[in-house]
């Protein structure tokens, strides 16, 4: 039996026993090994240093010819992925080995090279009516009586109080998103002065990297000047600063969505307002009080909502076809005939409700308000902005009218002469006397 290095000395501590006279079997008893060990290792001829152990030599790793290149690619681009790095040494580099390999070696460096920062972050806290966050959650579909419907959720949490509110839509647009912040205001009872966001387009203008000012979306700005809140953009890939907002999102699927079946949205909202007095009557786990109690502070502190609702308008370029009709969501509005011509632009002001037409430039006009479809693929079309509009069938009608009777002679001796054939003209009564005589 070789011993370690660490039970080797633990052995070689009893030779002091074994000089006063114990036996071989009382020291093994003690040292937790076989007599034959003790013995071996305590005799007087016994070596006087630890066991050396022999290592194996092991063969080198496949992937060590590709291990400087793969090292110079993470170091250039850290988060370059170990599928893309595989297929390029296969295509660029003759390598033969499989992804695994490369995975596995990928994992290693990567953590070598370009060390992650520590996921750890500094708790803040903000005072009463300070602060809300603002996210979206994906809820999937649901089947309803004209059809599958994707069901998106709406979250707005106060930062204090961790107070929630949702409402389910199936739109994410700018017209949906601000309403729904409307709705919340009534709900909370009160504008919050400061909401954090994702970098989402329906707040963002465009993505700037890191360290640069975030330019924010115009209706985003006028929306917030108009209820009085300062709109603040969280940092790329720090999930961390919403963090009261992105566990809310999980806590209401759980506790609303999840093992039920729903037919309609408004069965969604109605669920959800029958399970908020039960997260509210909970007692919050990093505040440690009741929900409730501590949101009466935070509402309190809210500021006070506009008399007038702000209109929220989406804009958009869009070219007249021939028909008369403007694509928007894979429906078609229809405008008046007379003012507008094929492959005109105009400009569309889309509301939550109303799809708006108007032509663009410095002095705009109104063209026509339409209900916005509800569904994908709808006419909106006002009948009395074709009245008038010829359809092709009157033009054909009008030739039909016009064109001269032609007997059958006639007939033939015209088609003859638009073939460009000559066609010598007999009186029939020639056909009549040759089939006489025949």
């Known amino acids: 039996m070789l011993l370690s290095q660490e039970e080797w000395m633990d052995v070689r501590a009893y030779r002091a026993l074994r000089a006063a006279g114990a036996s071989w079997a009382d020291i093994a008893r003690g040292a937790g090994c076989d007599w034959r060990t003790a013995k071996k290792y305590l005799a007087d001829e016994a070596p006087h240093t630890p066991p050396s152990v022999k290592r194996r030599n092991h063969p080198p790793k496949v992937i060590e010819p590709w291990a400087g290149t793969i090292d110079a690619w993470l170091a250039t681009e850290p988060r370059l992925q170990a599928s893309v790095i595989h297929r390029r040494l296969v295509a660029d580099h003759g390598f033969t080995a499989s992804y695994q390999r490369v995975k596995l070696y990928v994992a290693e460096a990567r953590e070598r090279i370009c060390p992650q920062a520590p996921e750890l972050h500094r708790r803040f806290e903000v005072l009463p009516g300070a602060q809300a966050q603002v996210d979206w959650g994906d809820e999937g579909t649901i089947q309803t ?11 707005m949490t106060l930062s204090y109080s961790r107070d ?16 729904c912040h409307i709705v919340a205001f009534d709900h909370f009872g009160g504008v919050p002065a400061k909401i954090l966001y994702d970098r989402t387009k329906t707040v963002v203008r465009r993505h700037v990297g890191r360290g640069q000012e975030v330019p924010l979306h115009p209706e985003a700005i006028a929306f917030g000047a108009h209820y009085g809140f300062s709109i603040t953009v969280a940092a790329a890939y720090r999930p961390q600063a919403k963090g009261r907002v992105e566990r809310q999102v999980k806590i209401v699927r759980d506790g609303v969505v999840m093992g039920r079946t729903f037919t309609s949205v408004a069965d969604m909202n109605q669920a959800f307002a029958e399970w908020l007095p039960i997260r509210r009557g909970e007692i919050h786990r990093t505040h440690g009080e009741v929900i409730a109690v501590r949101a009466l502070a935070d509402r309190a502190a809210l500021g006070a909502i506009p008399t007038h609702p702000y209109i929220v308008c989406e804009r958009h370029l869009r070219t007249v076809g021939k028909d008369c009709l403007v694509s928007f969501e894979a429906s078609v ?23 708006a037409i108007w032509t663009p430039g410095a002095e705009p006009e109104a063209l026509a308000i339409h209900e916005r479809a509800r569904t994908r693929g709808s006419w909106m079309v006002d009948p009395t902005h074709w009245e008038g509009l010829p359809d092709g069938r009157e033009a054909e009608n009008a030739s039909d009218l016009a064109a001269p009777v032609m007997d ?31």
């Open 145 to 155: 009586e004209s059809g599958p419907l994707h069901v998106y959720s709406f979250h």
């Open 164 to 179: 929630p509110f949702c409402c389910f839509v199936t739109s994410c647009d700018l017209a949906s998103f601000w309403g």
């Open 333 to 355: 509005y229809s405008v008046p005939w007379r003012s507008v011509r094929k492959r005109m632009k105009v400009e569309l002001r889309v509301t939550a409700d109303t799809v």
């Open 408 to 438: 059958e002679a006639e007939l033939m001796a015209s088609r003859s002469m638009k073939a460009g054939v000559l066609v010598a003209r007999r009186d029939l009564t020639t056909y009549d006397r040759i089939g006489a005589v025949a």
